[in-house]
Protein backbone atom coordinates (compact mmCIF):
# COMPACT_ATOMS: atom_id res chain seq x y z
CA UNK A 1 0.00 0.00 0.00
CA UNK A 2 1.55 3.24 -1.19
CA UNK A 3 0.44 5.07 1.98
CA UNK A 4 2.43 3.27 4.73
CA UNK A 5 4.91 5.14 4.20
CA UNK A 6 3.16 8.85 3.76
CA UNK A 7 4.96 11.08 6.18
CA UNK A 8 1.33 11.84 7.43
CA UNK A 9 -1.57 9.25 9.07
CA UNK A 10 -3.78 8.12 6.59
CA UNK A 11 -7.20 6.09 6.91
CA UNK A 12 -8.81 4.31 4.41
CA UNK A 13 -12.33 3.54 5.13
CA UNK A 14 -15.01 1.75 2.24
CA UNK A 15 -18.65 2.63 1.19
CA UNK A 16 -20.06 1.08 5.12
CA UNK A 17 -17.78 3.55 6.68
CA UNK A 18 -15.69 0.31 7.52
CA UNK A 19 -11.76 0.78 8.17
CA UNK A 20 -9.88 -0.82 5.37
CA UNK A 21 -6.36 0.34 5.87
CA UNK A 22 -4.14 2.24 8.34
CA UNK A 23 -0.76 3.51 7.82
CA UNK A 24 2.29 3.14 10.99
CA UNK A 25 1.36 6.85 11.79
CA UNK A 26 -2.19 6.17 12.75
CA UNK A 27 -1.67 3.33 14.64
CA UNK A 28 1.46 5.11 16.87
CA UNK A 29 -1.24 7.64 17.60
CA UNK A 30 -3.92 5.41 18.15
CA UNK A 31 -1.19 2.98 20.30
CA UNK A 32 -3.04 0.05 18.63
CA UNK A 33 -1.58 -3.21 18.24
CA UNK A 34 -1.48 -4.98 14.71
CA UNK A 35 -4.50 -4.82 12.58
CA UNK A 36 -7.20 -4.05 15.39
CA UNK A 37 -8.20 -1.03 13.81
CA UNK A 38 -9.50 -2.67 10.26
CA UNK A 39 -13.02 -3.08 10.14
CA UNK A 40 -13.66 -0.78 12.78
CA UNK A 41 -15.79 2.34 11.82
CA UNK A 42 -14.87 5.29 10.67
CA UNK A 43 -16.17 7.54 13.14
CA UNK A 44 -14.48 5.67 15.90
CA UNK A 45 -11.51 5.21 14.08
CA UNK A 46 -11.28 9.54 13.88
CA UNK A 47 -12.26 9.79 17.84
CA UNK A 48 -11.46 13.73 16.80
CA UNK A 49 -13.67 16.90 18.41
CA UNK A 50 -13.45 20.48 18.02
CA UNK A 51 -13.33 22.82 20.72
CA UNK A 52 -17.28 22.52 21.50
CA UNK A 53 -17.18 18.92 21.36
CA UNK A 54 -18.55 18.26 17.87
CA UNK A 55 -16.58 14.61 16.71
CA UNK A 56 -15.13 15.12 13.14
CA UNK A 57 -17.22 12.38 11.42
CA UNK A 58 -20.48 14.16 12.29
CA UNK A 59 -18.92 17.15 11.75
CA UNK A 60 -17.69 16.70 8.31
CA UNK A 61 -20.40 14.14 7.27
CA UNK A 62 -18.04 12.56 4.87
CA UNK A 63 -20.60 10.11 3.14
CA UNK A 64 -24.02 12.41 3.59
CA UNK A 65 -23.55 16.20 1.96
CA UNK A 66 -23.02 17.62 -1.73
CA UNK A 67 -22.89 14.49 -4.04
CA UNK A 68 -20.04 17.02 -6.03
CA UNK A 69 -18.15 17.40 -2.87
CA UNK A 70 -14.88 15.88 -3.47
CA UNK A 71 -12.58 17.12 -0.67
CA UNK A 72 -12.87 18.37 3.04
CA UNK A 73 -10.53 20.54 3.72
CA UNK A 74 -8.04 20.94 6.18
CA UNK A 75 -8.97 22.11 10.06
CA UNK A 76 -8.04 21.45 13.04
CA UNK A 77 -9.40 19.10 15.36
CA UNK A 78 -8.32 17.69 19.07
CA UNK A 79 -7.48 13.76 19.87
CA UNK A 80 -9.08 12.60 23.21
CA UNK A 81 -5.71 13.03 25.01
CA UNK A 82 -5.94 16.78 23.19
CA UNK A 83 -3.18 17.11 20.72
CA UNK A 84 -4.44 19.30 17.85
CA UNK A 85 -4.21 17.69 14.46
CA UNK A 86 -4.80 19.01 11.42
CA UNK A 87 -7.22 16.55 9.11
CA UNK A 88 -8.77 16.61 5.52
CA UNK A 89 -9.88 14.10 3.33
CA UNK A 90 -10.67 12.48 -0.01
CA UNK A 91 -13.98 11.44 -1.07
CA UNK A 92 -13.56 9.08 -3.98
CA UNK A 93 -17.60 8.52 -5.69
CA UNK A 94 -18.84 5.28 -8.06
CA UNK A 95 -19.08 8.37 -10.78
CA UNK A 96 -18.98 12.25 -10.67
CA UNK A 97 -22.22 13.05 -8.33
CA UNK A 98 -22.34 9.37 -7.65
CA UNK A 99 -22.03 7.36 -4.27
CA UNK A 100 -19.20 7.78 -2.07
CA UNK A 101 -17.44 4.16 -2.04
CA UNK A 102 -14.26 5.30 -0.42
CA UNK A 103 -12.95 7.93 2.01
CA UNK A 104 -9.24 8.43 2.64
CA UNK A 105 -8.18 10.52 5.78
CA UNK A 106 -5.56 12.00 5.80
CA UNK A 107 -3.92 13.90 9.52
CA UNK A 108 -1.11 15.15 10.72
CA UNK A 109 0.17 16.52 14.13
CA UNK A 110 -0.34 20.63 14.11
CA UNK A 111 2.71 21.31 16.28
CA UNK A 112 5.02 21.63 13.31
CA UNK A 113 2.30 23.97 11.71
CA UNK A 114 2.40 26.15 14.84
CA UNK A 115 6.11 26.13 15.03
CA UNK A 116 6.20 27.36 11.79
CA UNK A 117 3.74 30.10 11.91
CA UNK A 118 5.29 31.20 15.03
CA UNK A 119 9.05 31.09 13.29
CA UNK A 120 6.93 33.45 10.80
CA UNK A 121 5.45 35.64 13.50
CA UNK A 122 8.97 36.28 14.38
CA UNK A 123 10.33 36.80 11.21
CA UNK A 124 7.55 39.51 10.16
CA UNK A 125 8.35 40.77 13.68
CA UNK A 126 11.94 41.15 13.15
CA UNK A 127 11.34 42.85 9.85
CA UNK A 128 8.76 45.31 10.93
CA UNK A 129 11.73 46.20 13.72
CA UNK A 130 14.35 46.78 10.88
CA UNK A 131 11.97 48.73 8.84
CA UNK A 132 10.66 50.86 11.30
CA UNK A 133 14.44 52.02 12.49
CA UNK A 134 15.36 53.63 9.21
CA UNK A 135 12.06 55.11 8.63
CA UNK A 136 11.70 56.73 11.93
CA UNK A 137 15.00 58.78 11.24
CA UNK A 138 13.96 59.80 7.96
CA UNK A 139 10.01 61.10 9.22
CA UNK A 140 11.63 62.69 12.51
CA UNK A 141 14.10 64.50 9.98
CA UNK A 142 11.81 65.68 6.81
CA UNK A 143 9.24 66.36 9.54
CA UNK A 144 11.42 68.64 11.31
CA UNK A 145 12.83 70.42 8.21
CA UNK A 146 9.28 71.06 6.95
CA UNK A 147 7.80 72.53 9.97
CA UNK A 148 10.79 74.42 11.17
CA UNK A 149 13.08 75.22 7.99
CA UNK A 150 13.96 78.42 8.99
CA UNK A 151 14.70 77.37 12.86
CA UNK A 152 18.22 75.75 11.58
CA UNK A 153 21.55 77.17 9.85
CA UNK A 154 22.55 75.67 6.60
CA UNK A 155 24.97 73.39 8.45
CA UNK A 156 22.67 71.64 10.60
CA UNK A 157 19.66 71.18 7.62
CA UNK A 158 22.91 69.93 5.87
CA UNK A 159 23.36 67.46 8.54
CA UNK A 160 19.52 66.33 8.70
CA UNK A 161 19.64 66.08 4.98
CA UNK A 162 22.90 63.90 5.31
CA UNK A 163 20.64 61.55 7.64
CA UNK A 164 17.77 60.98 5.60
CA UNK A 165 19.78 60.19 2.53
CA UNK A 166 22.16 57.48 4.64
CA UNK A 167 18.79 56.65 6.35
CA UNK A 168 17.04 56.23 2.61
CA UNK A 169 20.00 54.12 1.34
CA UNK A 170 20.06 51.87 4.50
CA UNK A 171 16.04 51.25 3.81
CA UNK A 172 17.07 50.31 0.42
CA UNK A 173 19.62 47.88 0.78
CA UNK A 174 17.27 46.16 3.64
CA UNK A 175 14.77 46.10 1.12
CA UNK A 176 17.04 44.54 -1.62
CA UNK A 177 17.91 41.68 1.10
CA UNK A 178 14.65 41.14 2.16
CA UNK A 179 13.98 40.51 -1.83
CA UNK A 180 16.94 38.20 -2.20
CA UNK A 181 15.89 36.32 1.07
CA UNK A 182 12.57 35.36 -0.43
CA UNK A 183 13.70 34.46 -3.79
CA UNK A 184 16.19 32.08 -2.11
CA UNK A 185 13.58 30.65 0.28
CA UNK A 186 11.28 30.36 -3.11
CA UNK A 187 13.89 29.15 -5.11
CA UNK A 188 13.87 31.89 -7.93
CA UNK A 189 17.25 33.16 -7.44
CA UNK A 190 18.22 33.52 -11.21
CA UNK A 191 21.85 33.62 -12.36
CA UNK A 192 22.91 35.30 -15.77
CA UNK A 193 26.46 33.20 -16.14
CA UNK A 194 29.00 34.24 -17.80
CA UNK A 195 33.49 33.41 -17.50
CA UNK A 196 34.34 34.61 -14.45
CA UNK A 197 37.88 34.97 -12.99
CA UNK A 198 37.71 35.14 -9.16
CA UNK A 199 41.34 36.53 -8.51
CA UNK A 200 40.71 39.69 -10.36
CA UNK A 201 37.28 39.73 -9.24
CA UNK A 202 38.44 39.65 -5.49
CA UNK A 203 40.86 42.31 -6.33
CA UNK A 204 38.23 44.96 -7.31
CA UNK A 205 36.59 44.10 -4.10
CA UNK A 206 39.34 44.68 -1.86
CA UNK A 207 39.76 47.89 -4.32
CA UNK A 208 36.14 49.01 -3.20
CA UNK A 209 35.83 48.21 0.19
CA UNK A 210 39.12 49.97 1.04
CA UNK A 211 38.68 53.06 -1.49
CA UNK A 212 39.84 55.33 1.16
CA UNK A 213 42.98 53.80 1.62
CA UNK A 214 46.01 55.12 -0.60
CA UNK A 215 47.26 51.43 -1.02
CA UNK A 216 44.42 48.83 -0.88
CA UNK A 217 45.23 45.27 -0.28
CA UNK A 218 45.40 42.57 -2.69
CA UNK A 219 44.10 38.91 -2.84
CA UNK A 220 47.55 36.26 -1.85
CA UNK A 221 46.82 34.36 -5.03
CA UNK A 222 48.50 30.15 -5.14
CA UNK A 223 48.43 28.56 -8.25
CA UNK A 224 46.73 28.81 -11.65
CA UNK A 225 43.09 30.12 -11.48
CA UNK A 226 40.82 28.43 -13.73
CA UNK A 227 38.12 30.58 -14.68
CA UNK A 228 34.57 29.58 -13.61
CA UNK A 229 31.44 30.24 -14.68
CA UNK A 230 28.94 32.45 -12.56
CA UNK A 231 26.59 35.58 -12.00
CA UNK A 232 29.83 38.33 -11.24
CA UNK A 233 27.07 40.51 -10.08
CA UNK A 234 26.02 37.86 -7.48
CA UNK A 235 29.57 36.46 -6.61
CA UNK A 236 30.54 40.44 -6.20
CA UNK A 237 28.04 40.05 -3.63
CA UNK A 238 29.07 37.70 -2.14
CA UNK A 239 32.77 38.52 -1.62
CA UNK A 240 31.67 41.98 -0.60
CA UNK A 241 29.57 40.94 2.29
CA UNK A 242 32.45 38.22 3.64
CA UNK A 243 35.04 40.91 3.56
CA UNK A 244 32.84 43.33 5.26
CA UNK A 245 31.87 41.16 7.98
CA UNK A 246 35.57 40.29 8.48
CA UNK A 247 36.53 43.90 9.19
CA UNK A 248 33.15 44.67 11.35
CA UNK A 249 32.84 41.54 13.14
CA UNK A 250 36.37 40.22 12.74
CA UNK A 251 38.39 42.77 14.01
CA UNK A 252 39.70 43.52 10.83
CA UNK A 253 40.86 42.02 7.52
CA UNK A 254 44.13 39.69 7.83
CA UNK A 255 44.27 38.42 4.24
CA UNK A 256 42.10 37.10 0.99
CA UNK A 257 43.51 33.80 -0.43
CA UNK A 258 42.29 32.39 -3.20
CA UNK A 259 43.35 29.26 -4.94
CA UNK A 260 42.30 26.31 -7.17
CA UNK A 261 40.97 23.35 -5.45
CA UNK A 262 39.35 20.12 -6.64
CA UNK A 263 36.43 18.55 -4.66
CA UNK A 264 35.50 15.17 -5.66
CA UNK A 265 35.30 14.98 -9.30
CA UNK A 266 35.11 19.13 -10.07
CA UNK A 267 37.48 21.75 -10.29
CA UNK A 268 37.00 24.90 -8.61
CA UNK A 269 38.33 27.70 -7.28
CA UNK A 270 38.53 28.29 -3.24
CA UNK A 271 38.42 31.86 -1.89
CA UNK A 272 39.62 32.31 1.59
CA UNK A 273 38.94 35.31 4.08
CA UNK A 274 40.63 35.48 6.92
CA UNK A 275 40.19 38.02 10.11
CA UNK A 276 41.71 39.38 12.87
CA UNK A 277 39.01 38.13 15.65
CA UNK A 278 39.05 35.73 18.18
CA UNK A 279 37.29 33.38 16.04
CA UNK A 280 33.76 31.50 15.80
CA UNK A 281 33.01 28.93 17.99
CA UNK A 282 32.06 26.11 16.92
CA UNK A 283 28.52 25.82 18.31
CA UNK A 284 27.98 29.06 15.94
CA UNK A 285 29.08 27.88 13.00
CA UNK A 286 26.07 25.80 11.52
CA UNK A 287 23.91 28.87 12.97
CA UNK A 288 25.72 32.15 11.52
CA UNK A 289 23.93 31.16 7.62
CA UNK A 290 20.53 30.97 8.87
CA UNK A 291 18.17 34.26 8.52
CA UNK A 292 18.44 37.05 11.49
CA UNK A 293 21.61 35.55 13.02
CA UNK A 294 22.50 38.46 14.47
CA UNK A 295 26.21 38.58 16.97
CA UNK A 296 27.84 41.72 18.34
CA UNK A 297 27.51 45.33 18.17
CA UNK A 298 27.01 46.78 14.91
CA UNK A 299 25.05 43.85 13.45
CA UNK A 300 22.64 44.32 10.39
CA UNK A 301 20.09 43.27 9.61
CA UNK A 302 21.18 39.32 9.91
CA UNK A 303 20.20 38.53 6.20
CA UNK A 304 24.01 38.71 4.73
CA UNK A 305 25.66 35.24 5.34
CA UNK A 306 21.96 33.18 4.67
CA UNK A 307 21.96 35.25 1.44
CA UNK A 308 25.67 34.55 0.94
CA UNK A 309 24.66 30.53 1.75
CA UNK A 310 22.06 30.93 -0.92
CA UNK A 311 24.15 32.28 -4.00
CA UNK A 312 26.81 29.76 -3.07
CA UNK A 313 24.69 27.14 -2.84
CA UNK A 314 22.78 28.36 -6.28
CA UNK A 315 26.25 28.14 -7.68
CA UNK A 316 26.35 24.81 -6.66
CA UNK A 317 29.40 25.64 -4.69
CA UNK A 318 29.58 25.13 -1.07
CA UNK A 319 30.62 27.57 1.87
CA UNK A 320 32.56 26.62 5.28
CA UNK A 321 34.20 28.05 8.64
CA UNK A 322 37.05 26.97 9.22
CA UNK A 323 39.79 27.32 12.13
CA UNK A 324 42.64 29.97 11.39
CA UNK A 325 46.60 29.05 12.86
CA UNK A 326 47.20 31.77 15.37
CA UNK A 327 43.74 32.62 15.54
CA UNK A 328 40.88 34.31 14.07
CA UNK A 329 38.07 32.94 11.98
CA UNK A 330 38.47 31.62 7.91
CA UNK A 331 35.41 31.38 5.67
CA UNK A 332 35.85 29.91 2.68
CA UNK A 333 33.41 29.85 -0.37
CA UNK A 334 34.20 27.35 -2.83
CA UNK A 335 33.04 27.83 -6.30
CA UNK A 336 32.80 25.46 -9.27
CA UNK A 337 34.62 26.21 -12.63
CA UNK A 338 30.72 25.28 -13.96
CA UNK A 339 32.31 25.03 -17.90
CA UNK A 340 28.78 25.03 -20.53
CA UNK A 341 28.84 21.65 -22.33
CA UNK A 342 28.73 23.19 -25.27
CA UNK A 343 32.03 24.96 -24.45
CA UNK A 344 33.95 21.41 -23.77
CA UNK A 345 32.38 19.33 -27.04
Known sequence: ??????????????????????????????????????????????????????????????????????????????????????????????????KVVKVIVSMRNARVRLQRDREKSDMVATVAHELRSPLTGIKGFSATLLSRWDAFTEEQRLFMLQTIDADADRLSRLITELLDAARIDAGRLSLRTEPVRLDDLAARVLASVFSANEVPPMPRVTGEIPVVWGDADRVTQVLTNLVENAIRHGEGLRE??????????QDGVAVRIVDSGPGIPEESRVRIFSRFWRSGPGAGSGLGMFIVRGVVDQHGGSISIEDTEGGGATICVWFPVNEPDSLTS
Request: without cysteine; negative net charge.
Open 1 to 98: MPFEHFPDGVIVADADGRVTFVNRWVKYWARAEGDEMLGMHLDDAVPFDDLSGNSWFDSVRPYDGLAIRTRISESSWYSPRGSEYLITASLVRDQPAG
Open 256 to 265: VVVSPERRGD
